[in-house]
């Protein structure tokens, strides 16, 4: 594994989507990371925070398809993934694919669309595939897909199930941008909006060695012990009634694992998993009806697990 190398087409791709995105580059990096994991990234925040442009930038610093799906009540799970249709000429159903046909797919409100449209993502998120009247269908590569949802209405709204959840790798959210970040976007957007001068940084098949780079950087045992160990505190929890399944773990790794690279390192460090632990792990904890009750969220507990959970000092570099 060539660390720099990884660590310099990285960077190119934080940099440009930054122009864009102005401010928030832990956030840019996160979703980068989400990418070269292989993975799938949930986005719950406000109308008008850039949920919509950081995905197009994504789609247009890989030089990848980009489809959006606006998800409404009436949405119908072939609107997504693709519908046959009857050939009165050859007199054969010929299959029309859906928009989840893309490198990069925005699912826009996805808790918006009833729990059987929200479903036929699952298979396309966790196989890869979409199946159609029996047919499966394999999925381009690379493949991303990141929902949107608005955390202040729920009039109308369909809450994502378990299932759903535990599909994305990471839940964040983007926030506001401080005012002289906000003046900038103001100046950059005045006269025209500059995702349209953005051009990709590497193509496809670079991005899918990069992916394969990232399995190859080093996770010592006791870094995974480590991780087992926080995962399995998110079982033991007073608080918590169902903690996070081995999926949660494997994300926590994947995800260090990108990060490692995208600082230059062949090899993770237990920051690294306390870096995302929460993101990983916060949206696959279910509570409790006392944690309601008493206002804990998902991410006080991820905080009191992360200061109950002893950090390994690695053999190669002596470091916590």
């Not at 940099?15 to 580059?25: F, L, N, S, Y």
Request: net charge negative.
């Amino acid at each position: 594994m060539d660390a720099v190398l990884v660590q310099e087409q990285c960077n190119k791709i934080i940099d440009q989507i930054e122009t864009v995105i102005v401010g928030k580059r832990h956030t840019v990096g996160l979703a980068v990371a989400a990418l070269l994991a292989r993975g799938h990234m949930l986005i719950e925040d406000i109308p008008g925070v850039g949920k919509t442009t950081l995905a197009k930038a994504i789609a247009k610093s890989i030089g990848g398809a980009y489809k959006r799906v606006q998800f409404t009540p009436d949405l119908l799970p072939a609107d997504i993934t693709g519908v046959s249709v009857f050939n009165q000429k050859t007199a054969e159903f010929e299959f029309r694919q859906g928009p989840v046909f893309a490198n990069v797919v925005l699912a826009d409100e996805i808790n918006r669309a009833t729990p059987k449209t929200q479903s036929s993502l699952l298979e396309c998120m966790e196989e890869r595939q979409a199946t159609v009247d029996g047919i499966t269908h394999m999925l381009p590569a690379p493949f991303f897909v990141m929902a949107t949802e608005n955390p202040i209405e729920y009039h109308g709204t369909y809450p994502l199930p378990e299932a759903q959840l535990d599909r994305f790798l990471m839940r964040l959210n983007i926030g506001y941008p401080k005012p002289d970040e906000e003046v900038t976007i103001m100046d950059r957007q005045q006269f025209h909006h500059p995702i349209e001068d953005l051009k990709p940084v590497i193509g496809a098949g670079d991005l899918l060695a990069l992916q394969e780079e990232i399995k190859e950087v080093y996770i010592e045992p006791s870094v995974k012990d480590y991780i087992v160990a926080l995962v399995g505190a998110t079982r033991q929890h007073p608080l918590v009634w169902l903690g996070s399944s081995p999926r949660g773990s494997l994300a926590l790794m994947r995800c260090s694992q990108a990060l490692a690279a995208m600082a230059g390192r062949e090899f993770v460090l237990p920051d690294d998993v306390k870096s995302v632990a929460h993101v990983v792990l916060a949206h696959r904890l279910i509570l409790k009806p006392e944690a309601r009750a008493s206002r804990a969220e998902p991410t006080q507990l991820v905080d009191e697990i992360l200061a109950s959970v002893p950090v390994p000092v690695l053999e190669r570099t002596g470091r916590r």
